[in-house]
């Protein structure tokens, strides 16, 4: 082979080896980068400090950014109140205590009576602010729109502190009688509860005199000219009716009603019976009854003269005269007990003073001496 011939061959091969290398170091450069590539892109998708969340509170001056929200407000209430009764929220009244809040704002945070005429005053505000027979979040509404003159976004708190405006007084035969303050629409059966309910002595008649100013914030305009009807001051209703849920007996209250529980009306069994006693008239009683609930009569009692004593309505005594035994065989009514009605059953004096005769000989018997003939 010719010098020429081997010097080519060498060239190309040479040339081959370069090339084939050159593929081979492109093809590791491309690896690598496709790696560094893969790499890298996975930090870049969930890196912390570059992601932005929209939901996210910023965590510096709040007051800042309070300065370019419009007014709101914050309403508290002490009492629940059930969600979409609008009748039953408290509305504010005279003599209330109010407790007001404005968020971070101690100097304009204030507690105040409502006054006579249904006004507070707070600081900044120039003039006073009407309160009567609103709610708290309408108060709060209103106090936060006085503010937004001077704040930027006033959170403002209203909660009544003391009920004073809605006074109802219970008495008579209940357990712990006084005045108690309303803060919802209460039925008479709630009221008398706030009292600890009816005792021992009450009788079946519940009064309920409307002596106070009815609620200002459910009349009318034109009702406040109209004559008082007298006959609407006063009413009764039965307790029995009332403790057992009927609606007619159990009425809503108004502001300065006074629910009166009356004892119940009393009767009298004396004479010769077993125990002479004073009987509380809680239900239809008879003069058989009411004997029996004093122990029934003794013996020498007159049966047919039972004497059943009333007052008339033109204060006169009245006197009645009962045969018991004829009562007893359904020969005649039994009578039906009113209040105050005395019962008195006679004992049969002759046969009284022979008895006593007889016991005073016969116990005598014994301390007589024995004369010893001689």
Do not use: W
Not at 30 to 46: C, I, L, V
Not at 162 to 175: C, F, L, M, N, T
Not at 258 to 278: C, F, H, R
């Amino acid at each position: 082979m010719s010098l020429y011939y081997q010097q080519t061959r060498f060239i190309c091969v040479a040339a081959i080896a370069i090339f084939a290398t050159i593929l081979s170091v492109n093809a590791q450069n491309k690896t690598t980068n496709d790696k560094k590539s893969a790499t890298t892109a996975t930090p870049k998708q969930t890196n912390p400090e570059k992601s932005v969340d929209a939901n996210e509170t910023p965590s510096t001056n709040t007051t800042e950014e309070t300065l370019t929200t419009p007014a709101q407000t914050i309403v508290t209430t002490t009492t629940p109140q059930i969600s979409g009764d609008a009748a039953n929220t408290y509305l504010i009244g005279i003599g209330d205590q109010l407790d007001i809040q404005v968020f971070n704002q101690p100097k304009y945070s204030k507690s105040v009576r409502v006054t006579e005429n249904g006004f507070i005053s707070l600081p900044r505000i120039d003039q006073p602010i009407q309160t009567l027979c609103k709610s708290e979040n309408q108060l709060s509404t209103e106090i936060a729109g006085y503010y937004a003159k001077y704040l930027r976004q006033p959170y403002v708190s209203v909660f009544v502190k003391e009920y004073k405006s809605q006074p109802v007084a219970v008495i008579g035969a209940v357990e712990k009688p006084g005045q108690f303050y309303i803060n919802h629409k209460t039925r008479l059966l709630e009221a008398i509860a706030l009292a600890g309910g009816p005792t021992t002595k009450a009788g079946t008649r519940i009064q309920v005199a409307r002596l106070g100013k009815a609620n200002l914030c459910e009349k009318k305009a034109d009702e406040f000219e109209e004559e008082v009807d007298l006959s609407k001051l006063l009413s009764s209703y039965n307790l029995r009716k009332t403790i057992n849920g009927d609606e007619k007996a159990n009425p809503f209250m108004q502001p300065g009603d006074i629910i009166s529980i009356l004892e119940a009306d009393q009767i009298y069994v004396v004479g010769n019976v077993k125990d002479p006693k004073t009987i509380l008239l809680k239900e239809t009683k008879t003069l058989t009854s009411a004997i029996n609930e004093a122990g029934g009569m003794l013996p020498l009692s007159r049966l047919k003269q039972i004497k059943l004593v009333r007052q008339t309505d033109d204060g006169k005594r009245e006197e009645t005269i009962y045969d018991y035994n004829a009562i007893a065989k359904r020969q005649v009514d039994d009578p039906i007990l009113q209040a105050n009605d005395v019962i008195d059953v006679p004992i049969d004096g002759a046969k009284k003073t022979r008895d006593k005769i007889i016991t005073a000989l016969t116990s005598g018997l014994s301390s007589l001496p024995f004369l010893i003939p001689r």
